[in-house]
C-alpha cells in the first residue's frame, strides 16, 4: 500500500505543475502573437462565408459585457465592432454586473476557445492575461469547428495578438467620408489644426508602414505606382519607383494614429480590415504639420476603399 501511494503522489506532483503555471501564465507562448496576423477578416464578413473545418485570421472587439470570459477556462467571445450601438461606446471599458444593456446581435459575435494537444479546452481563464480585457481589439488564428452563417461562429483558436496600442472603438469606419481631398490640394489649403478628409494609397517606399507604431505614408492621385503599368514586373509597385521623387513627394502624406499623449501607438496599422501596400484608403483627421512641402496628418478614422 505504501509503494502504491508513493506512486500516487509521484504521478500527482508531476501534473500540479502544469496546472498551475496555465492557471497564472495563461495560454502557452507559441499561441502569443507579437505581430498582427496577414490576412484578418471582421467577425461579420466571416460568419456570411465561414465553413467548418475552414483556416481563418478574425479579427474583433471584446465588448462590455460580463458574460464574455469564462472563468477557469481559455474561452472568450468577440463582437464585430462595427454592431456595437453607438449608445454603448462612451460606456465600453466600465465595469458591468448582470450583462450589458447594450448586447451585440448574436449573428457579430464569434466564441474563441483555446485547446490543448488533447482536444481540450485548456483550463485557464484568459481575462487580464495577454493584454486581453473589456475594450481590447484582438487578432485570432485558428479553424472553424463550427459555423452557419447565421448565428454560430466557434473558432478554435492556435494563436492570438491583442495590439498593445488599442485601436479606439469605430476608429475604422464603415461608410466613405465626404468632400475627401487630393493629397496635393490639401497641402496647398490646409493649416495646423485644420479637420480634413484625405484619399491616397499605402505607398511611396519600399517599407510605407513604421514597424509596430500606428504610421504610415500615403499616396494621392496623380503619381502611378508600378504595377499601374502592365508591362512592369516590379516586386515593390507600391515605392513608386517609376514616378521622379519631387512629384512623389507632392503627393505624399503622413498618417499617424496617437495616444492621449500625442504618441504614436504601439501597434502597426497593416492588417486592418485588409489594409496593405496599395489600399485605397480615405482618411480622417487633424492637419499637425503643413510646412516645407510636407503633410502631416493625426488620423480619427480610417474608411478602406473597394476598387
Given at each position: 500500500?505504501?509503494?502504491?501511494n508513493?506512486?500516487?503522489?509521484?504521478a500527482?506532483?508531476?501534473?500540479?505543475?502544469?496546472?498551475?503555471?496555465?492557471?497564472?501564465?495563461?495560454?502557452?507562448?507559441?499561441?502569443?502573437?507579437?505581430?498582427?496576423?496577414?490576412?484578418?477578416?471582421?467577425?461579420?464578413e466571416?460568419?456570411?462565408?465561414?465553413?467548418?473545418?475552414?483556416?481563418?485570421?478574425?479579427?474583433?472587439?471584446?465588448?462590455?459585457?460580463?458574460?464574455?470570459?469564462?472563468?477557469?477556462?481559455?474561452?472568450?467571445?468577440?463582437?464585430?465592432?462595427?454592431?456595437?450601438?453607438l449608445?454603448?461606446?462612451?460606456?465600453?471599458?466600465?465595469?458591468?454586473s448582470?450583462?450589458?444593456?447594450?448586447?451585440?446581435?448574436?449573428?457579430?459575435?464569434?466564441t474563441?476557445?483555446?485547446?490543448?494537444?488533447?482536444?481540450r479546452?485548456?483550463?485557464?481563464?484568459?481575462?487580464?492575461k495577454?493584454?486581453l480585457g473589456?475594450?481590447?481589439?484582438?487578432?485570432v488564428?485558428?479553424?472553424?469547428?463550427?459555423?452557419?452563417?447565421?448565428?454560430?461562429?466557434?473558432?478554435?483558436?492556435?494563436?492570438?495578438?491583442?495590439?498593445?496600442?488599442?485601436?479606439?472603438f469605430?476608429?475604422?469606419?464603415?461608410?466613405?467620408?465626404?468632400?475627401?481631398?487630393?493629397?496635393?490640394?490639401?497641402?496647398?489649403?490646409?493649416?495646423?489644426?485644420?479637420?480634413?478628409?484625405?484619399r491616397?494609397?499605402?505607398?511611396?517606399?519600399?517599407?510605407p508602414?513604421?514597424?509596430?507604431?500606428?504610421?504610415f505614408?500615403?499616396?494621392?492621385?496623380?503619381?502611378h505606382?508600378?504595377s499601374?503599368?502592365?508591362?512592369?514586373?516590379c516586386?515593390?509597385?507600391?515605392?513608386?519607383?517609376?514616378?521622379?521623387?519631387?512629384?512623389?513627394?507632392?503627393?505624399s502624406?503622413?498618417?499617424?494614429?496617437?495616444d492621449?499623449s500625442?504618441?504614436?501607438?504601439?501597434t502597426?496599422?497593416?492588417?486592418?480590415?485588409?489594409?496593405?501596400?496599395?489600399?485605397?484608403?480615405?482618411?480622417?483627421?487633424?492637419?499637425?504639420?503643413?510646412?516645407?512641402g510636407?503633410?502631416i496628418?493625426?488620423?480619427?478614422?480610417?474608411?478602406v476603399?473597394?476598387?
Amino acid at each position: 500500500m505504501m509503494k502504491l501511494n508513493t506512486i500516487l503522489l509521484i504521478a500527482l506532483l508531476a501534473v500540479l505543475p502544469t496546472s498551475i503555471a496555465a492557471a497564472q501564465d495563461g495560454l502557452p507562448k507559441a499561441m502569443v502573437l507579437d505581430n498582427i496576423p496577414a490576412g484578418a477578416v471582421e467577425i461579420g464578413e466571416a460568419m456570411r462565408t465561414a465553413k467548418t473545418g475552414d483556416s481563418i485570421v478574425l479579427r474583433g472587439r471584446i465588448t462590455d459585457s460580463s458574460d464574455v470570459f469564462v472563468p477557469n477556462r481559455a474561452i472568450f467571445r468577440l463582437a464585430d465592432e462595427s454592431a456595437v450601438p453607438l449608445c454603448c461606446l462612451s460606456d465600453i471599458g466600465k465595469p458591468v454586473s448582470g450583462g450589458s444593456s447594450c448586447g451585440v446581435p448574436v449573428r457579430m459575435r464569434a466564441t474563441i476557445q483555446f485547446l490543448d494537444n488533447r482536444g481540450r479546452i485548456i483550463r485557464t481563464g484568459l481575462n487580464g492575461k495577454h493584454r486581453l480585457g473589456i475594450a481590447k481589439e484582438v487578432f485570432v488564428v485558428g479553424t472553424v469547428q463550427q459555423a452557419d452563417n447565421e448565428s454560430v461562429l466557434i473558432v478554435n483558436a492556435k494563436q492570438l495578438h491583442v495590439p498593445e496600442g488599442n485601436i479606439p472603438f469605430g476608429f475604422m469606419l464603415n461608410e466613405e467620408p465626404e468632400n475627401a481631398q487630393h493629397v496635393i490640394d490639401a497641402k496647398k489649403s490646409s493649416r495646423p489644426g485644420d479637420k480634413i478628409a484625405v484619399r491616397g494609397r499605402v505607398g511611396g517606399s519600399v517599407t510605407p508602414f513604421v514597424e509596430n507604431r500606428a504610421v504610415f505614408t500615403i499616396v494621392g492621385r496623380g503619381p502611378h505606382a508600378c504595377s499601374d503599368h502592365e508591362d512592369d514586373h516590379c516586386k515593390t509597385p507600391w515605392d513608386y519607383c517609376c514616378t521622379p521623387r519631387d512629384d512623389l513627394r507632392a503627393h505624399s502624406a503622413t498618417i499617424q494614429i496617437v495616444d492621449e499623449s500625442g504618441a504614436p501607438l504601439r501597434t502597426g496599422i497593416k492588417g486592418r480590415h485588409g489594409i496593405k501596400e496599395l489600399s485605397d484608403l480615405t482618411i480622417t483627421g487633424t492637419v499637425i504639420s503643413s510646412e516645407g512641402g510636407s503633410l502631416i496628418i493625426r488620423a480619427s478614422g480610417i474608411y478602406v476603399n473597394e476598387v
